[in-house]
């Protein structure tokens, strides 16, 4: 996505002291961070004092416009009773759609190019560093609350960054504490060519398992760091392996560049269309043309043409589905890059087993 406005910042506080909105208890009880030998019981671990005040207006913010929304809309349409695995490819770090969308599963698998790195420890940093990183951080955490992703571009930035670091790890661990988790552990993950498993390892922080808990039941969250094209998985079976098992569950795609559109990411297309148990996406996801060989395809929103980024003729056949459809039920929520009522659109398949 585009840059933009340094003026954002204080565009959404205006935007939220005009809402009126009510605070949601259940959205704004953090969870409890593992504790540690020098802090048994540590606070909120990666923003303090005003700019953790001010992280709390944008999660309020996030959810009146968009989570909560989106919540009653799965309960309702997504209707997600299972509790194993969902599969979400290019998701970046956000958890907090997922978890919304099949809030009952017990393992997370995320998947995306950036590397997970190490936790953020304010307790190493100067205070100027302290002070640089929670305002970087804060910066992007008022821009998810607007956009409901994060860029690509500001992902990687922050990957070149060696001075205020953000990193997915804790991006990852705050989604979980602000929508309720308690995180136990931490620690980076390896594929075991043996098991063809994600297992604990010494490092380095490529991939990384967060532990996590809610309501008493034990949740697991995987991020994996992965080139998601052709040109990589053709050359590395056991990672080719481990993703068509994963591709087998539910899967969740968003805000995905329209990438699985392209030729050159045929081989995790070729694993969904045949083995995904259901598809959540809006229109960066499968190809019109591919989603319906999996089912059915429910239409939600409104989808003329892709966002001004992509391609304006990219999912023409998603374009005609949705022009003579007789059934598109509406979208309560922003969802991905288009915003307005009219184009903002979701798919959602589900496979019909014999």
């Known amino acids: 996505m585009r840059y933009f406005s340094k003026f954002l910042l204080s ?3 205006a935007t939220t002291a005009t809402l009126g909105f009510d605070v949601y208890a259940e959205e704004t009880t953090l969870g409890k961070y593992l504790p540690s030998t020098t802090n048994p019981a540590p606070a909120f671990p990666f923003l303090t004092g005003a700019n953790k005040q001010q992280a709390d207006t944008a999660w309020q913010f996030y959810q009146k416009n968009m989570g909560q929304p989106m919540k009653h809309w799965a309960h309702d349409e997504v209707r997600a009773a299972g509790q194993g695995t969902v599969f979400y490819p290019f998701s970046g770090p956000d958890f907090v759609t ?26 190493n940093m100067s205070a100027t560093r302290v002070q640089n990183f929670q ?36 991006i990852l661990i705050t989604f979980a504490l602000y929508s309720g988790y308690d995180v136990t552990e931490v620690y ?6 043996h098991t063809n498993q994600f297992v604990k390892t010494e490092g380095p922080w490529k991939s990384v398992r967060l532990l996590l808990s809610k309501g008493g039941k034990p949740v697991t969250l995987d991020y994996v760091s992965l080139n998601l094209s052709d040109a990589f998985l053709s050359q590395d079976e056991p990672m080719r392996n481990w993703l068509n098992r994963e591709t087998h569950h539910p899967v969740l795609i968003k805000a995905a560049s329209h990438l699985l559109q392209e030729s050159y990411f045929s081989i995790l297309r070729d694993q969904l269309v045949a083995h995904a148990t259901m598809v ?19 239409l939600y929103g409104g989808f003329l043409y892709p966002h001004e980024l992509f391609n304006r003729k990219k999912q023409e056949s998603l374009g005609l589905a949705y022009k003579e ?30």
């Open 11 to 13: 565009f959404v506080f």
């Open 98 to 123: 997922v978890s919304q969308l099949y809030p009952n599963a017990e393992r997370y698998v995320m998947v995306a190019m950036q590397m997970a790195g190490e936790p953020a420890s304010m307790a």
């Open 135 to 170: 305002s970087k951080f804060l910066r992007e955490w008022m821009k998810f609350s607007r956009l409901g992703f994060f860029r690509t571009d500001d992902l990687n930035e922050d990957l070149r960054d060696k001075y205020a670091q953000i990193g997915v790890t804790t």
């Open 188 to 193: 980076p993950i390896a594929l075991d060519p």
């Open 280 to 298: 959540v996406q809006d229109e960066t996801g499968l190809n019109y043309s591919y989603l319906s060989q999996i089912g059915k395809v429910d």
């Open 325 to 354: 459809s007789k059934n598109v039920k509406p979208l309560p929520f922003a969802f991905s890059y288009n915003k307005s009522t009219e184009r903002r659109s979701v798919q959602i398949v589900r496979r019909v087993t014999n």
